[in-house]
């Protein structure tokens, strides 16, 4: 398949696709002429990596647990399990991360909208 085929097919700019190659998240192999070709699953592939990515997996994460994915993607073999909980336990450290600082903003709010209110008053 070549690569504007398969850009057609998944709706991935060509660009990206080359950027998964160079990630190693998908391969292709040089056909004559040097024109990249890749195999007939590499859609299946693009939709595995768009899931991972959608799910906030960086590609450094995706190439380890690529290899361990099942029909969409959405299905993981247990040898991920390792990476999907430290990505899930680093989102709920920046949650947190996120709640406090808007905690603190709202806290400085309302005491400056509480020192408008006082000096208005006056």
């Known amino acids: 398949m070549k690569i504007g085929a398969l850009s057609r097919e998944t709706g991935v700019s060509q660009r990206l696709l080359r950027y ?3 990630q190693g998240l998908l391969t292709s192999y ?3 002429g040097g024109h990249r070709r890749y195999a007939e ?3 299946v592939v693009v939709r595995r990596i768009r899931t991972l990515l959608a799910a906030g997996l960086p590609t450094k994460v995706i190439k380890d647990v690529l290899p361990c994915t099942s029909d969409s993607g959405e299905g993981l073999d247990v040898c991920t399990l390792g990476h999907l909980r430290d990505r899930l336990t680093g989102l709920d450290e920046q949650l947190a ?8 903003l ?4 309302a005491a400056t909208e509480h020192s408008g209110d006082l ?3 006056a």
């Open 41 to 43: 699953d590499a859609p």
């Open 106 to 109: 709202a806290t400085i709010l």
């Open 97 to 104: 991360e996120i709640q406090a600082t808007r905690d603190a």
């Open 119 to 121: 000096a208005g008053a």
């Open 30 to 32: 040089r056909a004559e």
């Open 20 to 22: 998964y190659e160079e």
